[in-house]
């Protein structure tokens, strides 16, 4: 930023003006504070009047971030490209600077690069004008450093502005004395970092006139392939979703520029939404840190696919790269389901067409659609990740996640982000469930989604969906019907605590699978698989309980066979969820009457009255989870302090409100006191300085599991919740003793030696 002021001479350090070597014209403004959403990040300055003692005058500067979450535009949110907004208010004219460098394209610096200017002025409105870098050899399909080495980056201003590429230290030194760039481009092409070529826009904001001006620069990454995937056909370059609806990658671009005040406004109704929704569901913490996980979720997708068939692919980032893994889209599709279960659906697409053609030899579900994303090769010999019981039971659970979201009367709270109601279906049978054909226009902003399920429509989409794979969906009940209730030696999700056999909440999310499978069923008609799934899951679910309860009965243990061990059974989330708390139990109208005025509500269960998974399990995990949380959070289990943060909503999720005030105040204290500095990783110490325990894990999708709340709060028709209104009942003193007392005892590792025979 250039003023009419000087500044005294700074250390040199890389990359930074030297004072010694010359003068410049540059002004230094004071940080005033961020403020984010969803979607939106300001980061605001101040400059100070050059000739003022008295503080008054100056220049307000906010750099404004915005990368938009539209729930009900689906294209919109397949264009990857974002904007960056520069407001300016004062009284003193001033000149901002901004570029970007071949970092954006490589993430290696000796990669040789060519760009090239593009400038295009159109009869009504401002011109554009586009600054493009690109490797000169892309490296299809390949990843340095988490980078992708192929594509091109797109940095595009209003015409009115200056721009020039040349290298850093010429270019940035002469605006730093200046304040002007020369409307010229060096197409002396090279290496990222051989005399750092860099592409610079600058803007005069006459302010002495104006008093206020803003400026918006636009920056996106254009892939084309996004991905190789072995679907039905065969090894596919898979093509961007926005190709098909327009023509050339300049379109999108343009489009992209001027759809800002469309797009900021969409985004806007969703960040607002969610913010009123999580500070209700747990205050001002928690729309925190919903607002700070929903752009990292998507920053690990890709939209791809035809507008007849979406699809969305999924990055594990950080752990291990792995492309489409299961276990990851579960932890996040809390998130999916609140914001557009439309996408969830897409991000299932692309596992259940490869298995379902017969690439994978398995009969359980995989783990991942390829090692290392952007490959989605599959696994044809079946030695992927060994999570067997894992992978079923997530699949299936999310399977009936998205049916039950699909399947409401007008007006439900499932509805909240749909269109208004259109019943108009795509007659081509080729088409997926949830094609994106019917786009329309709604409050003057078109490419907007057609609604969501609901009513008829909602119950024949879903059918659709469930008929296409059906076998699929019994091959995988079938493994856990065989393997869930005493689960072998495996992995869970949480690999990186290592193989165990016998684990309690694997066991548990089988369980919770195979009676998933009994509403999938239903939703075809196919009643006497329903019956018999059911019937095999409530036989499974009283057994479970004998095996991992501990015996004073106040925790679930780790392992059937580990006394003395104790486990987060957070995939207790996920009976809640899909509503089988609900079957048969006594549910009030009134959320604030009495046990004793409850009424019935008949959901369809058969012969139970407290739900699925019995009441008193809920009480009792509640109750422990209050005994055992730590300085920072709930740990996963006790074998370490670490915990997932992922797991500890979905944990908190189901416990009592007090229990699930307290995790989250402990989560709020993580993020706001500790040291870690890298994006929101999911796995952290609870204790100590509440940093890395290794492996380091950041910037991973998983967080999408913190809108656990929001979604359950959303679930059966907004009745989920209200099932779970005995976890208000106080325990008793001697209950509550109980549970502290064991605690007080500790828990080790060194006692699992202590077993006994099933």
């Known amino acids: 930023m250039a003023a009419k002021r000087k500044r005294a001479a700074l250390e040199p350090m890389a990359d930074v003006l030297d004072w010694r070597r010359g003068t410049f014209n540059v002004s230094f403004p004071v940080y005033s504070g961020a403020k984010y959403d969803a979607s939106t990040t300001n980061l605001t300055y101040f400059i100070p009047a050059a000739n003022s003692n008295n503080g008054s005058g100056g220049i307000d500067i906010v750099l404004s971030f915005l990368s938009p979450i539209t729930p009900t535009s689906t294209l919109r949110q397949a264009i990857p490209a974002s904007y960056l907004t520069v407001y300016a208010h004062g009284d003193t004219n001033i000149n901002v600077y901004v570029d970007v460098n071949g970092q954006w394209i490589s993430g290696d610096r000796g990669s040789q690069m060519t760009w090239a200017f593009r400038q295009e002025d159109f009869q009504h409105g401002p011109g554009l004008k586009t600054l493009s870098l690109q490797r000169e050899t892309e490296q299809l399909f390949t990843e340095v450093n988490d980078r992708s080495e192929w594509g091109s980056f797109f940095f595009t201003a209003p015409s009115d502005v200056d721009h020039e590429v040349g290298t850093s230290n010429s270019v940035r030194r002469r605006f730093a004395k200046s304040g002007t760039l020369k409307n010229q481009v060096d197409y002396n092409f090279r290496r990222v970092m051989e005399e750092e070529p860099i592409f610079a826009f600058s803007k005069s904001f006459r302010l002495e006139d104006k008093g206020s001006d803003s400026v918006t620069f636009t920056m996106a990454h254009i892939q084309d392939p996004v991905v190789q995937y072995a679907a039905a056909r065969g090894l596919t370059f898979m093509k961007p979703l926005w190709q098909g609806y327009f023509a050339s990658t300049w379109d999108l671009l343009k489009f992209h520029y001027?759809?800002?005040?469309?797009?900021?406004?969409?985004?806007?109704?969703?960040?607002?939404?969610?913010?009123?929704?999580?500070?209700?569901?747990?205050?001002?913490?928690?729309?925190?840190?919903?607002?700070?996980?929903?752009?990292?979720?998507?920053?690990?997708?890709?939209?791809?696919?035809?507008?007849?068939?979406?699809?969305?692919?999924?990055?594990?980032?950080?752990?291990?790269?792995?492309?489409?893994?299961?276990?990851?889209?579960?932890?996040?599709?809390?998130?999916?389901?609140?914001?557009?279960?439309?996408?969830?659906?897409?991000?299932?697409?692309?596992?259940?067409?490869?298995?379902?053609?017969?690439?994978?030899?398995?009969?359980?579900?995989?783990?991942?659609?390829?090692?290392?994303?952007?490959?989605?090769?599959?696994?044809?010999?079946?030695?992927?990740?060994?999570?067997?019981?894992?992978?079923?039971?997530?699949?299936?659970?999310?399977?009936?996640?998205?049916?039950?979201?699909?399947?409401?009367?007008?007006?439900?709270?499932?509805?909240?982000?749909?269109?208004?109601?259109?019943?108009?279906?795509?007659?081509?049978?080729?088409?997926?469930?949830?094609?994106?054909?019917?786009?329309?226009?709604?409050?003057?902003?078109?490419?907007?989604?057609?609604?969501?399920?609901?009513?008829?429509?909602?119950?024949?989409?879903?059918?659709?969906?469930?008929?296409?794979?059906?076998?699929?969906?019994?091959?995988?009940?079938?493994?856990?019907?065989?393997?869930?209730?005493?689960?072998?030696?495996?992995?869970?999700?949480?690999?990186?605590?290592?193989?165990?056999?016998?684990?309690?909440?694997?066991?548990?999310?089988?369980?919770?699978?195979?009676?998933?499978?009994?509403?999938?069923?239903?939703?075809?008609?196919?009643?006497?698989?329903?019956?018999?799934?059911?019937?095999?899951?409530?036989?499974?679910?009283?057994?479970?309980?004998?095996?991992?309860?501990?015996?004073?009965?106040?925790?679930?243990?780790?392992?059937?066979?580990?006394?003395?061990?104790?486990?987060?059974?957070?995939?207790?989330?996920?009976?809640?969820?899909?509503?089988?708390?609900?079957?048969?139990?006594?549910?009030?109208?009134?959320?604030?009457?009495?046990?004793?005025?409850?009424?019935?509500?008949?959901?369809?269960?058969?012969?139970?009255?407290?739900?699925?998974?019995?009441?008193?399990?809920?009480?009792?995990?509640?109750?422990?989870?209050?005994?055992?949380?730590?300085?920072?959070?709930?740990?996963?289990?006790?074998?370490?302090?670490?915990?997932?943060?992922?797991?500890?909503?979905?944990?908190?999720?189901?416990t009592s409100r007090s229990v699930r005030a307290e995790i989250l105040q402990s989560v709020a204290k993580w993020v706001n006191e500790t040291v870690t500095d890298r994006p929101f990783t999911d796995l952290y110490e609870t204790e100590g300085r509440g940093g890395f325990p290794g492996p380091n894990f950041f910037a991973r999708p998983v967080i999408g599991g913190h809108f656990a709340f929001l979604t359950l709060e959303r679930a059966c028709g907004g009745r989920a919740m209200e099932a779970l209104q005995f976890l208000e009942e106080e325990s008793s003193p001697q209950r509550l003793r109980l549970v502290e007392e064991t605690v007080a005892k500790g828990f080790s590792p060194a006692r699992q030696d202590e077993k006994y025979e099933l």
């Open 258 to 654: 001027f759809d800002f005040a469309s797009a900021a406004r969409l985004a806007e109704h969703y960040s607002s939404t969610l913010g009123k929704d999580a500070y209700a569901s747990g205050a001002e913490d928690y729309e925190d840190i919903v607002a700070l996980s929903a752009r990292q979720v998507l920053g690990a997708t890709s939209f791809s696919g035809t507008p007849e068939n979406p699809i969305l692919f999924l990055k594990e980032i950080s752990s291990n790269g792995n492309f489409q893994t299961i276990d990851v889209i579960f932890p996040s599709f809390p998130f999916f389901l609140y914001t557009n279960p439309r996408w969830l659906a897409y991000l299932l697409e692309p596992l259940i067409e490869h298995m379902l053609s017969g690439q994978y030899p398995n009969t359980y579900a995989m783990h991942d659609l390829g090692a290392h994303f952007p490959n989605a090769t599959g696994h044809p010999d079946g030695n992927d990740e060994y999570m067997p019981v894992e992978e079923c039971g997530n699949i299936l659970i999310m399977g009936l996640a998205l049916v039950n979201s699909l399947i409401y009367e007008s007006g439900s709270a499932t509805a909240v982000w749909t269109t208004p109601e259109s019943q108009l279906r795509d007659s081509n049978s080729n088409n997926s469930a949830f094609a994106l054909t019917n786009l329309g226009t709604v409050d003057g902003i078109n490419f907007i989604d057609d609604s969501w399920g609901g009513s008829t429509k909602g119950l024949k989409q879903a059918q659709k969906w469930v008929e296409r794979s059906y076998s699929l969906w019994e091959q995988w009940t079938g493994y856990l019907v065989e393997y869930s209730l005493r689960p072998e030696n495996q992995l869970s999700t949480d690999d990186f605590a290592g193989w165990l056999a016998l684990q309690t909440n694997l066991a548990l999310k089988g369980i919770i699978g195979i009676k998933a499978m009994s509403g999938i069923a239903r939703t075809i008609n196919s009643t006497e698989d329903a019956k018999r799934y059911d019937d095999i899951a409530r036989e499974y679910i009283l057994k479970w309980e004998d095996y991992g309860i501990s015996r004073d009965g106040t925790h679930a243990k780790l392992a059937y066979d580990w006394h003395g061990s104790w486990t987060t059974i957070y995939n207790l989330y996920a009976d809640s969820l899909l509503c089988f708390q609900l079957e048969g139990a006594s549910i009030s109208t009134a959320p604030d009457q009495l046990p004793g005025k409850q009424t019935p509500l008949d959901i369809g269960g058969e012969g139970s009255t407290s739900g699925f998974v019995p009441r008193h399990i809920y009480k009792m995990q509640s109750d422990w989870y209050h005994a055992v949380r730590q300085r920072y959070g709930l740990p996963l289990d006790n074998r370490h302090l670490y915990t997932k943060s992922d797991w500890e909503f979905f944990a908190a999720a189901v």
